[in-house]
């Protein structure tokens, strides 16, 4: 058939036709969603976006992010035709494309690259694991604080080697999600020019009109934030839409939102209400929708002639124009500057300059000791001074958290080459800035207090999901904080940290298992990891006759051992209570009871060690165990054994000083060694 229409409507109704039809055929999606904004994100990619299809990791290249997940068919639609290739784990561009015809015909399926949502690592192309409404945007605004950073440290006359844009697309949920108002304030303050929202206000939400819940005006709470914020009246002016992209290009102070009023499920029978949400439009409707939109009905999955030449003649043409320009001044930047081209290099394969282990500290042994939370402070700042883009930075208690570098300025709106962040009280946004830090290949950590970290799950989750090596740091790590009291004592979130898959959680006992902790968790390329440490001090342990700190490599290791190296009895324990087992099992060997002592500052660590070594510390006859963390048990029967017992907290803490807190909750090496002694008696049936 002919087609009479220009080729941006043809382009922009044929991503709205391979959306409704991979919606149809998986019978299950959101069709209505991408209906609606299709030309937005259209013209964004053809006639703005920097990005190279044929090589979607080049480093400056401008970024997407789809924050409203739910429309993935529209993101796998534009991959698809604008034949974006495929990336392997190493970082090598491969021949395939990210997205091919069967991918699409197979959306939500498994194993095909069209998921239901976009996951990073899993399609190429796709910036950041998106869905969890809020998160996108959030995310972007770690993205652009990221550019502005290289920019800083890497830019240098003549040399722009980073000015990327950073755009995420959202709708009505991810404006009322509480960590979007997080980002969208730190950005604004931050004056991250750089970064552009488009709010696709299509006005619809799931249970309907957004009438029902959200009448807060949107464009007046930007410009409070400090936006510069634009409408676009229709989202099907193409024209329009470039005006106010243009005007976010020309913008040098503000971050940008263009609030574009959409219609959900625009050209088919649902438009503008809920129903065009959750479920495809039916076969009826789908045909409906084509020939409104002149597509042709009878075709699924159609792509027109000149399409695809269409997509390379635009966002293919500019982008790899533009990735070829910036190779080319980026030859020349390595010959005028190797030192700084190298720490490019090192930073987009995930590596650390060589040498770096160097840095780490050791620490004599001291009785008196020193808190957990300062001996990290101190490897951390020992590291920073080797690995020039490790930084980071707290919701607000770096004092507390001891996350300061010491040698480095902050980041500000008018110093971008500072290292310490101040991301305000806002945990949830703060961990989503770490992620799109880590997404653009810095290496950042954030911190707060352990109890806390349930604010900024949903992104500590999504660092685990993304596989990115984002560094969470915890302190105050227990009851430990004393006279605060329940409320700054955390209790059950370990145990939920530890349910994260993927997400490596350290509670290391000493200062010189801080040491070892950072060793690991410096290297780690694809895993992020919690650090949780102590605000009291803790003994650094003379090591003579005591188990390597080293042993935090492999999990857990024997600390102690039985007298005999044959133990009647295993204290196994994590952080401050470390020394508590090892005072118990000095009561219960003049009691003549021989007992090991475990220190297991990873449990992700130990579960991946082979079976023999796994026996090695745990004995499998030695049924008699004693667990003692000062935390939610759950997870320890794992380790203890349906004979063992667990010393642990079974309520929430109290305010009160320290040692009346372990006195009445039990964490006294006199209990642990009277429960280990008990189960000794009772021959709990060691085999
Ligand atoms: C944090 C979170 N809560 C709830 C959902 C479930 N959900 C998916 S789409 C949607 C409605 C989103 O509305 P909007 O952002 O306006 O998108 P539109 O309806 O315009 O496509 C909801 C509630 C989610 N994905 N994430
Ligand atoms: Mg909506």
């Known amino acids: 058939m002919t087609i009479t229409v220009d080729a941006d409507t043809l382009a922009v109704n044929t991503v709205r036709g391979l959306c409704m039809d991979a919606v149809q055929r998986a019978e299950s999606g959101h069709p209505g969603t991408p209906m609606g904004i299709a030309p937005v994100a259209y013209t964004l990619w053809q006639r703005f976006l920097r990005f190279d299809p044929a090589n979607p990791i080049w480093p ?3 970024r997407f992010v789809l924050s409203e997940g739910h429309a993935s068919a529209l993101l796998w639609s534009l991959l698809h035709l604008a034949g974006v290739r495929a990336v392997d784990p190493d970082y090598e561009v491969l021949g395939r494309p990210a997205v091919t015809m069967d991918d ?4 939500r399926q498994l194993d095909s690259h069209c998921p239901g949502h976009p996951e990073y690592r899993w399609t190429s192309g796709v910036e950041a694991t998106t869905g969890p409404l809020g998160q996108g945007v959030a995310t972007s605004v770690g993205m652009a604080i990221a550019g502005q950073w290289l920019a800083a440290r890497y830019n240098r006359e003549g040399f722009p080697l980073f000015d990327f844009d950073v755009y995420a697309l959202a709708g009505d949920g991810c404006m009322m999600e509480g960590i979007s108002g997080e980002a969208a304030s730190l950005a604004g303050h931050l004056r991250l020019a750089n970064l552009c929202w488009i709010y696709d206000s299509n006005r619809v939400t799931i249970e309907g009109h957004t ?11 930007f410009v409070a934030y400090g936006w510069n914020v634009t409408t676009v009246a229709d989202a099907n002016d193409v024209d329009q839409v470039a005006r106010a992209l243009h005007t976010f290009r020309a913008e040098q102070q503000r971050p940008t939102l263009i609030l574009v009023h959409s219609h959900i499920g625009y050209g088919s029978p649902v438009e503008d209400s809920p129903k065009a949400h959750g479920a495809p439009f039916g076969p009826d409707g789908v045909r409906a929708t084509k020939r409104a939109l002149g597509i042709p009905e009878d075709a699924d999955f159609f792509v027109p002639p000149g399409v695809y030449e269409h997509f390379a003649a635009g966002v293919g043409a500019r982008g790899g124009e533009a990735r070829q320009a910036w190779e080319g001044m980026f030859a020349e930047y390595r010959l005028a ?3 700084l081209a190298d720490e490019v290099d090192h930073m987009q394969r995930r590596e650390l300059p060589e040498g770096w282990q160097d840095a780490l500290p050791s620490f004599p042994a001291d009785p008196a000791g020193i808190a957990t939370r300062d001996s990290s402070g101190r490897v951390l700042n020992a590291l920073a001074q080797r690995i020039p883009w490790l930084l980071g930075g707290s919701a607000d208690l770096a004092p507390s958290t001891k996350t300061t570098l010491t040698s480095a300025e902050d980041f500000e709106a008018d110093d971008r080459i500072g290292r310490n962040f101040h991301l305000g009280i806002r945990e949830h946004a703060a961990a989503a800035v770490a992620n799109g830090l880590s997404l653009t290949k810095l290496r950042p950590y954030w911190s707060t207090f352990l109890t806390f970290s349930d604010y900024a799950r949903g992104a500590i989750r999504l660092s685990a999901l993304m596989e990115l090596p984002v560094i969470h740091i915890f302190t105050h790590d227990s009851i430990g904080v004393g006279e605060d009291g329940p409320t700054h004592q955390p209790v059950e979130q370990l145990a939920s940290l530890r349910a994260i898959p993927g997400l490596l959680v350290f509670r290391p006992c000493d200062a010189n298992e801080v040491v070892e902790t950072w060793r690991v968790v410096a290297a780690l390329r694809h895993e992020p990891a919690a650090l949780v440490l102590s605000r009291q001090k803790l003994p650094t342990l ?7 700190a080293e042993g935090v490599a492999r999990g857990a290791y024997v600390l102690a051992d039985a007298p005999t190296g044959r133990p009647d009895v295993l204290l196994l324990a994590t952080g401050s209570e470390v020394a508590i087992a090892l005072a118990a099992r000095e009561e219960l060997n003049a009691e003549g009871i021989a007992a090991r002592v475990v220190s297991m500052p990873c449990w992700e660590l130990f579960d991946r060690q082979p079976r023999a070594y796994r026996d090695e510390v745990l004995p499998p006859e030695v049924r008699a165990r004693v667990g003692v963390e000062q935390a939610a048990t759950l997870g320890w029967d794992r380790y203890v054994g349906d004979a063992g017992a667990v010393v642990g907290m ?7 000083p320290l040692k009346q807190l372990l006195s009445k909750f039990g964490f006294t090496p006199e209990r642990v060694a009277q429960i280990a002694s008990e189960l000794v008696a009772e021959g709990t049936g060691n085999r």
């Open 337 to 339: 500057y190797p030192e």
């Open 211 to 221: 009438d029902l819940a959200f009448t807060e005006d949107v464009a007046a709470r």
């Open 542 to 548: 003379d090591r003579a006759g005591l188990g390597a």
């Open 60 to 62: 400056n290249r401008d």
């Open 650 to 656: 079974h309520t929430f803490g109290a305010s009160a």
């Open 104 to 107: 699409l015909r197979t959306f």
